[in-house]
């Protein structure tokens, strides 16, 4: 096996008084490539920093073999002290270098000569993004790479990271490209870190399995703890030397109790404030245009969006999505047409960049509003320090500053504000920037039970995916066209499926023709093949749904794990290729359908 070219032990950093990283560890070989997982907050950051050297920890060992070339992409780069994109970009390199950084600028939508005092966030990310990947690193750390990017631009960092044969180390909450790229992963919480050498794809049920194994321990810990209260007060008759020593003992349970607790720091409570029951048409649009400067951002559009609809905005920067969802909300007048709100509808509105929130304020000011120390959430008070709590901030946080929070304790702070007002109406741009993975299972499961309506502009494609119920897709010429389901499905009914994740080991993801849609327009009906198919496959995903509740109903018992190890690895083995085969299947049960609508409609 080759040395490890950087390598971290027991690293420990405090922060503010309060231990960050305690023990923290890891180490990367030449070539792999390993995702960084923990909630907001757990010093992912931290830990990528003092991997790249920008900062020291106040102990443990860093060791970079020598001659590694490592290059961090931090995860707000400051472009401030450079004339133009390309100076940036170009910084450090060779001749070859800078040329093959000009090359990706390009690529990527920009000329190089763009002042970078005037750069929107997307822009500054392309142009960081083109000067790490020219240098050709040894090791590459990426700390939030797909923020602020388009569809496409994530399309082609994600061929570029995997046509790449550095190491790497990624913080991102794109599932998608995790999956792509990681080979393992680390997983941070409470400053300690621990490593799964799978995939991000299994990584989700190996932290379920190892949360599960820390509440048996402390169910097992608090029935010792009880043993030794009950002979603390009922068994003190026998000699004081051992009386001390049981005593000593308790102290100590009691102790290794709070430890355990401690590492599951809180669970994320969200949920909207419902507003009165408006009517059925929240959004109605008719003939919508807007043009700048002779380029037209919307062309004749119509579009009707009822309560309880989900539309994603769905296209490249610089498309018009931001525009659009303005003229949508009335915050901008359409130069023809008539957009027309429902009666009663209630705005809530999360903005990309957090402008709602005043970095002066302290996190306590901002939930309150100002009015002392409550918060209005719907039709109910509640005091500001438990309304943190369920959004995860801790009590000593509420004097502090917003401009003092992470990107995503900001994320969570806009979220509180947004969800505490009753709305009908949620209106979402970019909401998954900056947030981690277990805050956005938890939105995505917020949304789904959410009764209004919700406009989101997202380029993360498993987030469309989990909550749009139709996409609203640019074509870049100002005409708007929308499909049904989530960004997979648009896919797949525009003839762009996604050629096979690779199930297991990369998942791999890429925008290719899928030739299953392509008809001969001389046929006029399934080939038999296809026919036996689309009558065979209802039955095999009923089959395989059966399989994979039976799978789950043996997973379900607490104490397998303990007793049959082996059976417990074995079961969750045949339930993720159960899963696999249903999601196939059903593709493929999808395609053919579409297949056979579009023959019968020729």
Known sequence: MSAPILSLQNITFTLGGRPLLDGAEFAVLPGERICLVGRNGSGKSTLLKIASGDLVADSGKRFVQPGTKVHYLAQEPD??????????????????????????????GMTGEESCQSLSGGEVRRCALARALAAEPDLLLLDEPTNHLDLPSITWLEKELSASRC??????????????????VVWLENGVTRRLDQGFARYETWRDEVLEQQERDAHKLDRQIAREEDWMIYGVTARRKRNVR?????????????????????????????AE??????????????????????????????????LGLVGANGAGKTTLLRLLTGKMEPQSGTIKMGPSVAMVTLDQQRESLDPAKTLAETLAGGSGDMVQVGDEKRHVIGYMK?????????????GKLSGGERGRLALACALAKPSSLMVLDEPTNDLDLETLDLLQDMLADYAGTVLLVSHDRDFLDRVASSVLVSDGGGDWIEYAGGYSDMLIQRGEAPAGREASSSGAEEIAPKSALKTDKKTKKLSYNDKRALDLLPKKMADLEKKIQTYRDVLADPE???????????????????????????????????????????
């Not at 190491?167 to 393992?184: C, F, K, N, P, Y």
């Not at 995860?392 to 946080?397: D, G, H, K, T, V």
Request: aromatic share 6%.
């Open 167 to 184: 190491a790497m180390i990624v913080i991102s909450h794109d599932r998608r490209l995790l999956e792509t790229l990681s080979r393992s």
């Open 79 to 108: 472009l401030s002290r450079y004339a133009t994109t390309f100076d940036y970009a170009s910084e450090g390199l060779d001749e070859t270098e800078a040329y093959r950084a000009r090359s990706m600028l390009a690529e990527l």
């Open 560 to 602: 397998l794990y303990s007793r049959d190890s082996a059976k417990f690895e074995k079961t969750t083995q045949l339930l993720e290729a159960a899963e696999g085969e249903l999601i196939q299947s059903e593709e493929e049960w999808l395609e053919l359908e579409m297949k056979k609508e579009l023959l019968e409609n020729q």
């Open 277 to 310: 029951s408006a009517g059925k048409i929240t959004i109605a649009a008719e003939g919508l245009n807007w043009a700048y400067d002779d380029r037209a951002i919307v062309k004749d559009l119509d579009l009707r969006i009822l309560r309880g609809d989900r």
């Open 390 to 402: 369920d959004f995860l901030f801790r009590p000593e946080q509420a004097r502090t500053p917003v």
């Open 246 to 274: 049981r005593v000593g003992e308790l102290a100590a349970l009691r102790a290794q109790r709070r430890e355990l607790a401690s590492r599951n720091k809180g669970t994320l409570r969200m949920a909207a404030t419902d």
